[in-house]
């Protein structure tokens, strides 16, 4: 193909067809009407020599071209975009728009504070946080659209890893639960109902995977898929919660919990932020990345005052 014959600006919208699957929800992502957008498919039809859309009764399917296309797309319309990235990042004047991806125990440590240095520096930028999803289903095409990752391990390909913060794991009981205190001991802790925490594209709770390299079983009643629901419930019930010790010590007064040490001591928790390697020199990404390490930086200040 000419390039010269080309408009790029075909190139966006064929973007917007293939992530939305629909010419409506496409002409609004890229700001055209739906007749321009209709038109710009028929001319990608024209220029593919493929339909691209196939109606499939009521829904618009992509055709094994499409989604073959989406991922290099994708990846050149990156490059593309990276040629216009300003030499310099100015907080104060900025619009940007940052996603982040982290687990609810660290939306609920680390946002607050972030948020009072973002809302000081740099009032206009937004901060979109997005639940946190496991490595097996953290898929390429979704990590283009993430600036940060706070996770623990180090599985996350194409990006920088940099610790955070420290943290260590406690049992979480309601205050004046009947055998709070002798949950230190293993045959209280093995009779005691608990709740697992399985967040999304995790196989079960990281501590039973833990209990059971000791050859250890819990009795699991219920599974929640974050650490604050598990909290709330262990709140208003008997159910045991084995969670960040952080997160007991910045909920403990408002929810009216104790953390006790467990009889069995997993160790030291290393949270980390993960940052895109195509994003190592960019300065709005440097800059964010600056206050979330100052944040860490706190907590792990803080960390002598826990109980």
Do not use: C
């Amino acid at each position: 193909m000419n390039l010269k014959t080309l408009d790029l600006n075909l190139l966006a919208a064929l973007d917007a067809l293939l992530r939305e699957t629909n010419v409506s929800r496409a002409a609004l992502r890229i700001g055209l009407s739906q007749p321009a957008t209709s038109h710009a498919l028929q001319r990608l039809r024209d220029i593919f020599g493929d339909p691209l859309l196939v109606r499939t009764g009521a829904r618009m399917e992509l055709t094994p071209r499409a989604l073959a296309l989406r991922a290099p797309l994708a990846q050149a319309l990156d490059q593309v975009r990276g040629l216009f990235v300003p030499d310099d990042f100015d907080a104060a004047r900025s619009e940007r728009q940052f996603r982040l991806m982290m687990p609810d125990l660290a939306v609920e440590l680390l946002m607050p504070p972030l948020m009072a240095k973002v809302t000081r520096l740099a009032p206009n930028v937004r901060i979109d946080v997005v639940p946190w999803r496991g490595p097996a289903i953290f898929h390429a095409e979704f990590a283009r659209t993430i600036d940060l990752v706070i996770s623990i391990g180090n599985a996350f390909k194409g990006f920088h890893r940099q610790l955070l913060y420290t943290d260590s794991d406690a049992l979480a009981v309601r205050r004046g639960h009947p055998v709070g205190a002798r949950l230190k001991r293993r045959e209280a802790f093995l009779a005691a109902r608990h709740v697992g925490v399985i967040i999304r594209g995790n196989a079960e709770d990281l501590i039973d995977t833990w209990l059971h390299s000791k050859g250890v079983e819990r009795h699991i009643s219920l599974v929640v898929p974050g650490y604050l629901e598990a909290l709330h419930v262990a709140a208003r019930t008997d159910l045991v919660a084995f969670v960040p010790r952080r997160l007991i010590a910045a909920l403990s007064k408002q929810l009216g919990l104790v953390a006790v040490t467990p009889p069995f001591d997993p160790g030291m928790d290393e949270q980390f932020m993960f940052h895109p390697t195509r994003a190592q020199m960019d300065p709005g990404s440097i800059w964010l990345r600056r206050l979330m390490l100052e944040t860490g930086r706190e907590l792990e200040q803080a960390r002598r005052k826990l109980p």
